[in-house]
């Protein structure tokens, strides 16, 4: 029996507990506590999780914490800093995380970007529809739509739903969704659909969540071979029938 995605949720939660993606960096806290929701707290912080969506493009995120920390102790983890330093610098701090002069270019032009059409203001940017954020990151080089929507959930505070390959593999098992390769937009519109009758705020915690648990689960269950043992999701999955 097909399970509903809020089902998927309640049951992920119930397994694995709060995530509250996403982690950053912070002096007042030096490891990062789980189930929190008030981050960012301020633009340095969005800033950081803005650069972050990035580096984490096709790596772990033990590498992006490796450039981060990087970044950090050049005193460069800022829109002005990033804007300003040569190409080669910047890769040079970001190597750990992989794809160094791509990513490279891609920070450089978001900064620049930021900067030159925001004056470096990241709450203005914010405050405004989602879409319209959207439309926005998407047509600056080097943004697609899981690092633009990680972008709004996570650095902006606002609801949209992230998908990713965890995503799309843990609902396709499931039968909610016909392939792995369904389009992004409408993975990500049915799981707003079935949690449309929340609020923004309560919205943007479950799709926080929601994220963060599917990813934990592929890690523990759900890989490309699975480990079905124990597995909390095995009464709907294709791979248990």
């Known amino acids: 029996m097909q399970m509903s995605i ?4 309640n049951i992920l939660l119930g397994t694995y507990g709060p995530q509250g993606w996403w982690p950053v960096t912070r002096k007042d806290h030096p490891e990062y506590f789980p189930g929190s929701y008030d981050h960012p707290k301020n633009e ?3 800033w950081e999780i ?4 990035i580096l984490t493009q096709n790596t772990a995120w033990k590498n992006v914490e490796k450039a981060l920390t990087n970044l950090i102790k050049a ?18 701090l970001i190597r750990p995380a992989g794809y160094y002069n791509q990513k490279a270019d891609r920070l450089k032009t978001l900064a620049k970007y930021m900067l030159d059409k925001w004056g470096g203001n990241l709450g203005k940017f914010f405050h405004r529809p989602v879409m319209e954020i959207r439309e926005e990151l998407l047509n600056i080089k080097g943004i697609g739509k899981e690092t633009a929507d990680s972008i709004i959930l ?12 965890y995503t799309r593999r843990i609902f396709y098992r499931l039968g909610l969704i016909p392939s792995e390769r ?23 915690i479950v799709f926080n969540e929601f994220h963060a648990l599917l990813v934990e689960h592929a890690k523990q269950h759900c890989r490309k ?11 709907g999955c294709k791979l248990k029938a």
């Open 6 to 9: 809020v089902k998927v949720y």
């Open 44 to 46: 340095k912080e969005a």
């Open 50 to 53: 803005m650069v972050g969506a």
């Open 75 to 92: 005193k460069c983890l800022d829109v002005k800093c990033i804007a300003r330093m040569s190409k080669k610098e910047l890769a040079e």
């Open 154 to 165: 996570y650095a902006g505070k606002r609801p949209i739903f992230v998908v990713d390959a």
């Open 182 to 204: 369904e389009e992004y937009d409408k993975i990500r519109e049915t799981v707003e659909k079935a949690f449309s009758k929340l609020n923004e705020e309560d919205k943007r």
């Open 225 to 235: 071979k699975p480990v079905c043992e124990g597995c909390p999701l095995g009464e």
